[in-house]
């Protein structure tokens, strides 16, 4: 079912853009998936265009591209008007090669349903007969978005930038907001056009939310070794990428005298630190599935923070190291089935983190209450608490939240009372 390492070497772009694109259009017919109501006796809801095209921001992300924000970083970055730019379009549209899109496409269309589920070319005409089996689209460049090792690659080559679509810190200093993404939260946050019944359960296989958490952050960790140890994507002159790194390493006043220890770097004061919110979540998935391998994972990004400060040679060492230690973990953990025991394991290694100081910075902070809250509605789901239990727990949640909204202004006392909070209100 979950097939990390038969797609290994295709990256989750090269699956998407392996067929030809046939346009939103070729999709948004009354009877396929442009109702205007859910249809009842159809495994899918068929209503998912008018969902998209009226409440999605994916469809909105081309228009983006015209508007103030986006003239000021393009003019900024001197590349001309955002919207005829290969480096924003790869993101903010289906940018598929011109000779790959069929005459209904348009650019103009944005992030449309071919940029997640794949080029139509060649299952568009089958997929829709009942007798026809998912896996068998799936065959004919259907991309899985049920799997979600391949659903946390597909987001994350936007949400995060990958080689093949890189976001940089020159497009991050002309004013692009830093990205931020957690796999489960992200997939439910708005309206999803999607339903997850019996129904889905039945023809796709188990629904996990705190699993595909834990895989989003293994998978994400991944991706920044991939971009750290890439010779073109990692390095911009004598500089590494410094999106690569965290941002409050550098960006924070002065005044503050904010530094302190953290276990998961080792790294004394005035040193510039790789992001690594990731690998610490990830740390806490590992609590949960096996204690060794978070020790181990601690060991190697302790070795690759403390090799950055050595040389790039010891740096791409490190990091290959680590790569393949994730290499191996990452199934495991999409293989893991997450019970109510393991959802208060994760929860307690996080508040333990948290009030070791491990959340010095705002990023980090902001992937821990992610992860609490994926916890927090798997004990829900799980029914291993009732609403009233429930209510409490996401009372203490919003509070958490609260602490977060302003990054300029975060305390990382507050945070720490606040997640103190949460965990004394789970079971
Ligand atoms: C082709 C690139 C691309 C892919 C693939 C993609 N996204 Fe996005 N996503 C974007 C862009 C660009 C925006 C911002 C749109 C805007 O506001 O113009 C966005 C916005 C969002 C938002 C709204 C964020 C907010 O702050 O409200 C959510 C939620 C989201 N995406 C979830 C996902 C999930 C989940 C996946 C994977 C299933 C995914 N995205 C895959 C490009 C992408
Ligand atoms: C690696 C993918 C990626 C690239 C490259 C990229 N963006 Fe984005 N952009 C995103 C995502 C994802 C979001 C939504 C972030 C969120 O809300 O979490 C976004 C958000 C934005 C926003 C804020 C949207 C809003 O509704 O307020 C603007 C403006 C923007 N991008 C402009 C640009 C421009 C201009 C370029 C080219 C210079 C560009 N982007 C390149 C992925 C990308
Ligand atoms: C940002 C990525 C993204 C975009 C854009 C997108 N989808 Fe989806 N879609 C998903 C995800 C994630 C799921 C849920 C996982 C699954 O069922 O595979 C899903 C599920 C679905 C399902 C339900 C499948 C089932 O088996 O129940 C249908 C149908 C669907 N999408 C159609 C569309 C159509 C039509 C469009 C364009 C109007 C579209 N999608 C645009 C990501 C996307
Ligand atoms: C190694 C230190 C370092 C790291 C890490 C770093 N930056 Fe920067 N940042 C800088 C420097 C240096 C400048 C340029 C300041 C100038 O031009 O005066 C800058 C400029 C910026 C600016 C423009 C500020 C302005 O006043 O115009 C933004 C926005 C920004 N960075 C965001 C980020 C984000 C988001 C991250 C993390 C993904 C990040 N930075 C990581 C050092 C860093």
């Known amino acids: 079912m979950l097939c990390w390492s038969a797609f290994a070497a295709a990256t989750a772009v090269d699956a998407i853009y392996a067929h030809k694109h046939l346009g939103v259009a070729s999709c948004s017919n009354s009877v396929c998936h442009g109702a205007s109501q859910v249809f009842r006796d159809s495994h899918v809801q068929q209503n998912e265009f008018a969902i998209w095209q009226e409440t999605d921001p994916h469809a909105k992300a081309y228009a983006?591209?015209?508007?103030?924000?986006?003239k000021d970083i393009a003019r900024k970055l001197g590349i001309g008007e955002a919207t005829q730019a290969k480096v924003c379009l790869d993101c903010h549209a289906d940018n598929i090669a011109a000779d790959r899109r069929g005459?209904?496409?348009?650019l103009s269309d944005g992030v449309g349903c071919e940029a997640c589920h794949g080029g139509a070319e060649n299952w568009l005409n089958s997929h829709a007969d009942k007798s026809v089996k998912h896996a068998d689209s799936v065959d004919k460049g259907l991309y899985p978005t049920e799997d979600p090792v391949r659903r946390a690659e597909l987001c994350l080559s936007c949400h995060m930038g990958t080689r093949d679509r890189m976001i940089t810190h020159r497009i991050m200093g002309a004013g692009h907001p830093r990205l931020a993404f957690e796999l489960d939260t992200?997939?439910?946050?708005g309206r999803p056009h999607y339903a997850i019944d019996k129904d889905w359960i039945e023809r796709k296989g188990e629904w996990n939310g705190v699993r595909d958490w834990a895989v989003g952050q293994g998978v994400a960790a991944t991706n920044l070794i991939d971009q750290l140890t890439d010779p073109k994507a990692g390095w911009q002159g004598i500089f590494p990428e410094l999106v690569l790194f965290n941002c409050y390493a550098c960006h924070k006043r002065m005044s503050d005298k904010s530094w302190g220890p953290r276990q998961g770097t080792g790294l004394g004061?005035?040193?510039v630190r790789l992001y690594d919110a990731n690998l610490v979540?990830?740390?806490?998935?590992?609590a949960a599935v096996d204690k060794t391998a978070a020790k181990r994972v601690l060991d190697e990004t302790r070795a690759l923070h403390r090799a950055t400060t050595e040389s790039r040679d010891a740096t791409l060492a490190a990091a290959r190291r680590l790569r393949a230690t994730l290499d191996e973990l990452v199934p495991r953990?999409?293989?893991?089935?997450?019970?109510a025991a393991s959802l208060t394991t994760i929860l307690a290694d996080i508040e333990a983190d948290a009030a070791r100081g491990e959340y010095r910075d705002y990023d980090a902070a902001e992937q821990a209450v992610m992860a609490a809250q994926s916890v927090v509605v798997a004990y829900e789901n799980s029914g291993a608490i009732d609403k009233g239990k429930a209510d409490a727990l996401k009372a203490k949640l919003d509070?958490?939240?609260a602490t977060l909204k302003n990054e300029n202004s975060y305390s990382m006392a507050s945070f720490q009372s606040a997640?103190?909070?949460v965990r004394a209100a789970a079971p």
């Not at 005459?103 to 348009?106: A, G, H, L, V």
């Not at 992200?186 to 946050?189: D, I, M, P, V």
């Not at 953990?333 to 019970?339: E, I, Q």
């Open 64 to 70: 983006t591209l015209s508007n103030a924000a986006s």
């Open 419 to 421: 997640l103190k909070a």
């Open 399 to 401: 509070a958490a939240y």
């Open 269 to 271: 004061p005035g040193v």
């Open 281 to 286: 979540m990830f740390r806490h998935v590992l």
């Open 333 to 339: 953990v999409a293989a893991a089935s997450f019970d």
């Open 186 to 189: 992200f997939t439910w946050l």
């Open 103 to 106: 005459e209904r496409f348009q």
